[in-house]
């Protein structure tokens, strides 16, 4: 039987991938009109079956350009036993790159911009610009491939496998920032990510906690922190969605209330729905997830048996 931090370690991948995917056919809808009368019509929107969003429909249960890029990390990482640069460089030019489901004229990192503009929504999914600015690096033969310009949230939507595995050892904020550089090379990025790897791993090691905002920023304050950045607080601003749900019970707040709180919110639906769904899973374990959302995320069983895999040691 998994001990108690690998079970919560477990729920902090599973809650990340079960709310990306449940979040998807509503991502980046920024029209709160549009979306206000799709919650008047269903209160619920997870795993809609129908698919509103304005840039691209995938299949109900796939994940979005975040969750899957999460599970390439959560794949070397089992694969490989821990992180290595090299095969996560390679497996995510694999995933992404030419010739992948991804490899799409509108995905097109040459793509002019002044050009005619695409028919929206694609068919398929949406290269995002860190992965663009990725090929383009690799391209260039470049062996710092991250790119360097994007700082966007791609870093903490895809975290939870890393700080999963890394959780309570020494080097956890290390591997984050390694696994982070290799498609955003960029300091705030990385700032922000290493925050928010700070507060997951305290919710796998220590389960629910209504203090661990003020235990990360109590970290976050001392001087002698490891991984120091200038930039490294900016992302706890975002993070008060989570601490308000500390004081409901498990059972409220895994995944369900959170994640379709922040759906109802309109916007990038997927990243926030990932790291919520990654803290809240963290707290009280695997169990807490309802099968209702597991069975209906696509990859489900693939992500379970790579998050049981890279667990083991906890």
Known sequence: MASTVANRAMGAIIGSAVADAAAQPLHWVYDLQKLKAILDEN?????????????????????????????????????????????????????????????TPVNDPYRQKGGPRPQLPIDGPWRQGSLKGFLKNVDAGKEETGCETDCQIDGIAKLAPIVAFYAGQPDMLEKVELATRVTQNNDECVAETLAAARFLEHFILNGPDPNALDVVLGQLN??????????????????????????????????????????????????????IGACLGAQVGLEAIPTSWTSKTLRFNSVLEHAKKITTHL
């Open 222 to 275: 001392d001087p002698n922190r490891k991984q120091p950045q200038d930039l490294d607080r900016a992302v706890i601003a975002h993070l008060h969605q989570v601490k308000e749900n500390l004081s409901k019970t498990p059972q409220q707040v895994i995944p369900t209330s959170a994640v379709r709180d922040t759906m109802s919110c309109g916007g990038c639906t997927c990243s926030r729905g990932s790291f």
């Open 43 to 103: 209160p619920n929107p997870e795993f809609r079956s129908e698919s509103a969003n304005p840039f691209y429909r995938r299949q109900t249960g796939q994940q979005s350009c975040y969750g899957d890029q999460a599970y390439v990390l959560l794949e070397s990482l089992s694969e490989c036993g821990g992180l290595n640069v090299k095969d996560l460089t390679q497996r995510v030019l694999k995933f992404f790159g030419p010739g992948s489901e991804y490899d």
